[in-house]
């Protein structure tokens, strides 16, 4: 049996006639004639298959069939409207300006890229690989539309923690595991300070009474997976962009898990600026997922 389909413009006719309590008023919003918006309303009434519309007194209210009529007509429009508004939105030109921490830029930035431009081709993208410091400096004072950073206890207006990752001890393939610990300073490679990563991995080894020493320290995450490889020390990171020749290393102090955060410069930030802080979102769930299933 073929289903009738609804004519979206006269459930928009309805749903107005009935919000302004007056079709006479509804024609006039619409630019149609009266007798076009009765033309309209007997249409629907004959699609439905009943009256959604009867008298009272000097007006029309709505029956019970018009009353659920409403609620999924409301539904439709939205919808509808809603298309139409991300199909205009897509051919938006302008620039967005992006921050990231070297983890996530190298792990996880070509598919928010993927599922940003999808929506958005138009949309020119400046990235800044940073650490916190400078991406909160930066966001504070205009300088970036988001930024990506760990969760260091420090605030901004218009910040969101969108979830946590553990910390995990690092070394090359060949190290022992559980750790060997006879006693002799452990050497470990780290970014210099301040470094979130950096003051949790001191401070659970002093807790733990394990001696320690920095053996190297880099400006990117790349240089600390090269010392670590090359066997010059241990190091404390998540597993994000962890390199398959590193692996965790267990029988170290435990240490807390680390949130990230997403900051934005305004209040109220436009649609593309919505959706890019969407596609991180979705990129950094997935990514989530992934960790709590490997082995």
Request: aromatic share 6%; charged share 20%; net charge positive.
């Amino acid at each position: 049996m073929r289903r009738p389909t609804f004519d979206l413009d006269v459930l928009r006719t309805f749903v107005t006639g009935v919000e302004l309590n007056s079709f006479a008023k509804a024609a006039d919003r619409l630019d149609r004639s009266t007798s076009a918006v009765s033309a309209q309303l007997k249409k629907l009434e004959e699609q439905v298959g009943t009256p959604v519309l009867v008298k009272s007194g000097r007006g029309l209210v709505l029956t019970p069939v018009g009353e659920s009529l409403l609620s999924h007509a409301r539904r439709l429009l939205e919808l509808n409207d809603g298309i139409f508004q991300t199909l205009h939105e897509s051919q938006t030109a302008g620039t967005i300006r992006l921050g990231l921490q070297e983890d996530f830029g190298e792990h996880l930035l070509s598919e928010i890229l993927r599922r940003f431009v999808q929506v958005y081709p138009m949309m020119t993208l400046e990235i800044r690989i940073a650490r916190n410091t400078e991406l909160l400096s930066l966001v504070e004072n205009a300088g970036l539309d988001l930024a990506l950073t760990w969760d260091t206890g420090h605030t901004s207006p218009h910040a969101t923690r969108l979830g946590e990752t553990h910390m995990h001890w690092i070394g090359a393939r060949d190290t022992p595991s559980p750790a060997r610990l006879d006693g002799s300073t452990l050497p470990l490679i780290l970014f210099d300070a301040p470094c979130v990563l950096r003051s949790a991995a001191t401070q659970a080894l002093d807790t733990a009474r394990i001696p320690w020493r920095i053996a190297l320290t880099s400006p990117s995450v790349g240089g600390i997976w090269a010392a670590v490889a090359a066997g010059l020390g241990l190091t404390l990171r998540t597993r994000i962009g962890l390199p398959a020749h590193l692996r965790v290393i267990s029988g170290l102090p435990p240490v807390p898990s680390l949130g990230y955060v997403l900051h934005s410069s305004g209040e109220h930030p436009t649609p593309a600026i919505k959706q890019l802080a969407a596609s991180i979102k979705t990129s950094l769930q997935a990514h989530t997922f992934s960790f709590a299933t490997a082995k």
